[in-house]
């Protein structure tokens, strides 16, 4: 059975920071680019960043760049979103996503809340 695990989320204050966790099983997940997407209330989804197989290409949308960083272990079978100087806006459910060929998989989402 094909399983993403999103952990790591909560409540933080502005300008705080969390790690997000995403474990993957049931599928080979070093062959998987590995993305972060994330959905604030009534908005649409939002492509978060997105890194390559082995980790050394990644991407990251213009509103989260230079505060978030996108990692993988491949030998854990695990994603990472590290998020830094957190402001409101970030407020919103964080889903992982691994994509291969036509293969798509999702995980069940997290929520990440920012207020003070």
């Known amino acids: 059975e094909v399983q993403l695990v999103e952990s790591g989320g909560g409540m933080v204050q502005p300008g705080g920071s969390l790690r997000l966790s995403c474990v993957a099983s049931g599928f080979t997940f070093k062959l998987y680019d590995m993305q972060w997407v994330r959905q604030a209330p009534g908005k649409g989804p939002e492509w978060v960043s997105t890194i390559s197989t082995g980790g050394v290409t990644t991407y990251y949308a213009g509103s989260v760049k230079g505060r978030f960083t996108i990692s993988r272990d491949n030998a854990k079978n695990t994603a990472y979103l590290q998020m830094s100087s957190l402001k409101p806006e970030d407020t919103a459910v964080y889903y992982c996503?691994?994509?291969?060929?036509?293969?798509?998989?999702w995980g069940q989402g997290i929520q990440v809340t920012v207020s003070s």
């Open positions: 996503n691994a994509r291969h060929s036509v293969y798509e998989y």
